[in-house]
C-alpha cells in the first residue's frame, strides 16, 4: 500500500502478489534462518560502509566525532599515486594467478581422467595445497623463498645459476610473481575439482562416435569435450577471479604488501589503511569501490548460474 | 588392395602414435604437477625434524644429520608454556570450527530446500542474493562487523567467528545443496506424503537420507573455511588464551622469528585435521560438486 501509483491496474496486481505471498508463507520459514544472518552480517555492513565512505573519522573509532567531507575521500583516493600502483598490482594479481590456475587444473583433470594405477593417490596430493590453511602455505614458501636458507637459492647456487641466493621477497621485482605462485600453488586444486567433476558429465557415447568418425584426440577435445565444459569453466574462472581479486593472506602474511607497495593488492591496502593507519573514511571508500567493480564482475556471475538454471528449468 | 591395406595400417599408427604423444605429455605434466605440489610440502617436513641449529645452513641439510622430533614435542608438551599455548589454540579452533559447522548445516538444508522445492515469490532474488554474499571480501565487511561486534558485546569471543564464518560456507553450502534437492524426484516425497506422511516427515525420512553426500560435502567445506579462516579471528580477538591456531601461529612466530623448525612443525599440525578430514571424505565432495554444481 506504500506504493501510490493511481492507477488500478497497479493495485490490481499488487492484491494477488500480496495473497501469493500470504499463501506461502510457511515457504518463508525454511529461508528465513539463512536470510536473517544474511541480514545481520551483510546488509548492515554495506550500509555502513557507504555512510562512513563520506566521513573523515578521527583514530580510534570514536566515531561520534565524525566530520562529513562528502566525496572528498573518493577524490583523494583517485588522486593518489599509490592507488594506481596498487591497482595494476591487484590486475597482475588477478588475472596471472587465475589464468594459470585455471590452465594447471584443467590440464590436471583431463591427464587425471584416464585410469592407471595410482590415480586416486596422485589426486588426493595434487588436491592438498587446497586443504591446507593459507597462513602455513604462506610459512612454508616464506622458508622455502628465504633469502639465506631457502631451498631454491640454495639449488639455484648449486647449479651455478646464481652467485648467491636471490631474495625473491625483498625485492621489488621479484616479489609479485613470487607471491603468484604461492597462490597459484593453492588454487588451481579447485580448478581441478571442478574441472573433474565437469569431464564426468560428457558422454561417453559422443567421445566414442566421434572417434568412430575419425576426429583426433585434439579435435574430440575441442569439438565435444570443451563445449560441454563452457558453464562450469565459466563458473570456476569467475570463481577464481573473485577469490583472487579479495586475497588477502598470503601477500599480508608473506610480506605485508611491501617492499615499497610492491605487492600490495588492493585488500591488504584497505586492511592497512583501516587498521593500520585508522584512516576508517577512507578505507570505506576504498571498499564502495571495490563493492561497484564486484558487483560488475557478479553480474557476469550470476548470468552464468542463471544460464545454468534456465537450462535445468527447460530439462 | 595392398596399397589400401597399407595406408590404412599406417594411418592407425600414426593415429596410435599421435595419441601415445598426448598420454606422454599428460604423463610429464602430471610429474611436474606432482613435483610443484609435494616438493614444498615435503621440504615443510624435513625442516620439522632438524634442529634450530641445522636449519640455518648455508648451503642446506638436505637430510638432517640428526634428525629430531624436539619441535614436535615442545609444542604438544603440555608443561612448558608453548605447549600449553599451542594446545589451547588447537581446541578453541576445533571448538569454533565445529560449531560453524553444526549450525551451517542446520541453516543451509532447510534453505536449499525451500529454494528447490517451492516457488514462493522472490524466491529467485533470495538465493542470488545469497549467492552474492560469495562475491565480497572478507575486509568490506570488517569495520562495519567489529563495530556491531562491539555493540551487541561480542567481540574477544568465539561467538563473534561463529556468527560471521556462518555466513561464509552459506551460499556454497545452500548452492550445493539445492542441487541435489533438484535431483531428487519429488515423486518420491509425493509417495511418502499419499502414504500420510507429513511434509516435515517425508523430507527427514526421505529427503534427508538421499542428500547426505551433500550434507557432508557441505560440512567439510564449513569446517575447512572455519579451520583455516585468518582475517576475522585475527582483528575480533585480542586475548592469548582465544586466538585460533592461524592466528595463535602467527602472533608466537613474529615474536620467534628464527625458530623455523618449530614454525614448520606448526603449520605441519595445524593442516593435519582437515587434510585428513578431506581425503578421507573426498569422494563425497567430488560427488556433490558433480550432482549439486555442474550437473544440470
Same mark, same amino acid.
Request: positive net charge.
Given at each position: ?9 497497479? &493495485? ?47 583514530? =580510534? ?136 567433476? =565437469? ?39 569467475? #570463481? ?49 569501490? #571495490? ?15 542463471? =544460464?545454468?538454471? &534456465? ?5 | ?35 610443484? %605440489? ?9 625442516? $620439522? ?9 648455508? *648451503?642446506?641439510?638436505?637430510? *638432517? ?11 604438544? !608438551? ?22 560453524? %559447522?553444526?549450525? $551451517?548445516?542446520?541453516?543451509?538444508? /532447510? ?25 565480497? /571480501? ?32 552459506? /551460499? ?9 534437492? !533438484?535431483?531428487? *524426484? ?22 534427508? /537420507?538421499?542428500?547426505? *553426500?551433500?550434507?557432508?560435502? %557441505? ?18 580477538? $585480542? ?19 628464527? !625458530? ?37
Amino acid at each position: 500500500m506504500t506504493i501510490v501509483t493511481g492507477k488500478t491496474g497497479a &493495485r490490481g496486481r499488487l492484491r494477488p502478489l500480496l495473497r501469493k505471498i500470504w499463501e506461502h508463507r510457511a515457504d518463508y520459514a525454511y529461508v528465513l534462518p539463512a536470510i536473517a544472518v544474511m541480514l545481520i552480517v551483510i546488509a548492515y555492513p554495506i550500509y555502513y560502509t557507504i555512510e562512513l565512505s563520506f566521513f573523515n573519522t578521527p583514530p =580510534g573509532l570514536q566515531l561520534r566525532d565524525k566530520i562529513f567531507v562528502g566525496f572528498g575521500n573518493y577524490t583523494s583516493i583517485l588522486t593518489s599515486p599509490v592507488f594506481w600502483k596498487v591497482t595494476s598490482n591487484t590486475l597482475i594479481w588477478t588475472l596471472a594467478s587465475t589464468f594459470i590456475a585455471f590452465v594447471l587444473g584443467f590440464a590436471s583433470a583431463l591427464a587425471l581422467h584416464r585410469d592407471f594405477i595410482g590415480r586416486g593417490v596422485l589426486r588426493a596430493i595434487l588436491i592438498i595445497p587446497w586443504v591446507i590453511s593459507a597462513v602455513a602455505a604462506s610459512y612454508i614458501w616464506k622458508w622455502i623463498y628465504h633469502s639465506d636458507f631457502g631451498i631454491i637459492g640454495a639449488v639455484l647456487v648449486g647449479l651455478g645459476l646464481a652467485d648467491r641466493p636471490p631474495n625473491f621477497i625483498d625485492s621489488v621485482s621479484t616479489v609479485l610473481p613470487s607471491l603468484i605462485v604461492v597462490n597459484i600453488w593453492r588454487e588451481f586444486p579447485f580448478a581441478m575439482i571442478m574441472m573433474m567433476a =565437469g569431464l564426468q558429465t560428457v558422454p561417453d557415447q559422443l567421445l566414442r562416435a566421434a572417434k568412430v568418425d575419425g576426429a583426433n584426440a585434439w579435435q574430440r577435445f575441442w569439438h565435444v569435450t570443451f563445449p560441454h565444459l563452457r558453464n562450469v569453466s565459466t563458473v570456476t574462472i569467475l #570463481l577464481l577471479a573473485v577469490a583472487n581479486f579479495n586475497s588477502f593472506i598470503i601477500p599480508w602474511i608473506m610480506t605485508g604488501g611491501g617492499p615499497s607497495n610492491a605487492s600490495h593488492i588492493w585488500i591488504t591496502h584497505i586492511y592497512e589503511l583501516a587498521f593500520g593507519r585508522q584512516r576508517w573514511g577512507v578505507a570505506s571508500a576504498y571498499s564502495v569501490l #571495490l563493492f561497484l567493480i564486484l558487483m560488475t564482475l557478479g553480474y557476469f556471475y550470476v548470468r552464468a548460474l542463471s =544460464g545454468n538454471e &534456465r537450462k535445468d528449468g527447460s530439462a | 588392395m595392398s596399397t589400401i591395406a597399407e595406408t590404412a595400417r599406417r594411418g592407425q599408427a600414426r593415429r596410435r602414435a599421435s595419441i601415445d604423444g598426448w598420454r606422454w605429455g599428460g604423463r610429464i605434466f602430471l610429474v611436474f604437477m606432482l613435483l610443484y %605440489t609435494a616438493l614444498p610440502m615435503i621440504w615443510m617436513l624435513i625442516t $620439522s625434524i632438524k634442529s634450530g641449529f641445522a636449519a640455518m645452513q648455508f *648451503p642446506p641439510q638436505w637430510w *638432517p644429520d640428526q634428525p629430531t622430533l624436539a619441535s614436535y614435542q615442545k609444542l604438544l !608438551d603440555p608443561q612448558n608454556s608453548v605447549g600449553q599455548d599451542f594446545l589451547r589454540f588447537f581446541w578453541n579452533s576445533l571448538f569454533v570450527s565445529t560449531a560453524t %559447522t553444526i549450525l $551451517s548445516v542446520i541453516v543451509a538444508v /532447510p534453505a536449499a530446500y525451500a529454494f528447490s522445492r517451492f516457488t514462493f515469490p522472490g524466491r529467485n532474488f533470495l538465493f542470488f542474493a545469497v549467492l552474492l554474499r560469495n562475491m565480497f /571480501p572478507a575486509v568490506i565487511f570488517l569495520v562495519p562487523l567489529f563495530i556491531l561486534m562491539r555493540a551487541i558485546g561480542l567481540v574477544n569471543t568465539h561467538g563473534s567467528l561463529i556468527l560471521t564464518y556462518l555466513t561464509f560456507g552459506l /551460499p556454497l553450502a545452500i548452492w550445493l545443496l539445492k542441487g541435489f534437492y !533438484d535431483n531428487i *524426484p519429488v515423486q518420491l516425497e509425493q509417495a511418502a506424503r499419499i502414504d500420510g506422511a507429513t511434509r516435515f516427515q517425508a523430507f527427514i525420512l526421505i529427503v534427508m /537420507p538421499l542428500s547426505t *553426500p551433500g550434507i557432508i560435502a %557441505t560440512a567439510i567445506y564449513s569446517f575447512i573455511g572455519a579451520w583455516n579462516e585468518y582475517i576475522y579471528a585475527y582483528t575480533f580477538l $585480542s586475548k592469548n588464551e582465544q586466538l585460533t591456531l592461524p592466528v595463535g601461529i602467527q602472533r608466537f612466530f613474529s615474536e620467534n622469528t628464527t !625458530d623455523f623448525p618449530g614454525l614448520m612443525a606448526a603449520s605441519f599440525m595445524m593442516s593435519v585435521p582437515v587434510v585428513v578430514l578431506f581425503l578421507v571424505l573426498q569422494r563425497y565432495f567430488v560427488r556433490a560438486l558433480t550432482e549439486g554444481a555442474v550437473k544440470h
